[in-house]
T-cell receptor, first 109, second 115 residues
Framework: GQNIDQPTEMTATEGAIVQINCTYQ??????LFWYQQHAGEAPTFLSY??LDGLEEKGRFSSFLSRSKGYSYLLLKELQMKDSASYLC??????????WGAGTKLIIKP | NAGVTQTPKFQVLKTGQSMTLQCAQD?????MSWYRQDPGMGLRLIHY???????DQGEVPNGYNVSRSTTEDFPLRLLSAAPSQTSVYFC??????????????FGAGSRLTVL
């Protein structure tokens, strides 16, 4: 079957760095997405990786290793507004997205 | 641009009632989809459409119907509501569904409670 695993909850301190991991097993691979979802709001797109390596976008970076079925989202210089859930999703062989349950990130002052 | 507009934001139904969740997008996106989001679970695809007149089932289609008569609109119909359909529903669209870089734009969500 198809499976996306990510930690349920993480806590970090304002100004610090946090890494959110995602492992996947899917039938085919056409890219991996990270979305951010604030409580009570809709998910919004953060990043897309289809090739191995690191993609940097401001304070956020996303890494992919296709051979290991592994990705991480790295958030630097954490701000209180980064408190949200972070959703990992993989596009499978039919271009359908398989979603993880999300990681709730709690930022403490 | 309004993006993806969903209505209503909140709805309470009794078991057995029917209703329609409306979704409209003004970005000329070919691909539209409906998801449900439940605590502790990933988003689950209910139905999707790759263009006007074309719809297909997702992972959890039972109890739901869709139609796509125009590019802009993709309503979701609950035929006979059940408590198991209590959830938050998201409509999402993208330029097309036939590429890996299929970045979705989500509506604000509709919170449905079935008593």
């Amino acid at each position: 079957g198809q499976n996306i695993d990510q930690p349920t909850e993480m806590t970090a301190t304002e100004g610090a760095i946090v890494q959110i991991n995602c492992t996947y097993q899917t039938s085919g691979f056409n890219g991996l997405f990270w979305y951010q979802q604030h409580a009570g709001e809709a998910p919004t797109f953060l990043s897309y990786n289809v090739l191995d390596g690191l993609e940097e976008k401001g304070r956020f970076s996303s890494f992919l290793s296709r051979s290991k079925g592994y990705s991480y989202l790295l958030l630097k210089e954490l701000q209180m507004k980064d408190s949200a859930s972070y959703l990992c999703a993989v596009s499978d062989s039919n271009y359908q997205l398989i979603w993880g349950a999300g990681t709730k990130l709690i930022i403490k002052p | 641009n309004a993006g993806v507009t969903q209505t209503p934001k909140f709805q309470v139904l009794k078991t057995g009632q029917s209703m329609t969740l409306q979704c409209a997008q003004d970005m000329n996106h070919e691909y539209m989809s409906w998801y449900r989001q439940d605590p502790g679970m990933g988003l689950r695809l209910i139905h999707y459409s790759v263009g006007a007149g074309i719809t297909d089932q997702g992972e959890v289609p039972n109890g739901y119907n869709v139609s796509r008569s125009t590019t802009e609109d993709f309503p979701l119909r609950l035929l006979s509501a059940a408590p198991s359909q209590t959830s938050v529903y998201f409509c999402a669209s993208s330029p097309d569904g036939s590429s890996g870089a299929n970045v979705l734009t989500f509506g604000a969500g509709s919170r449905l409670t079935v008593l």
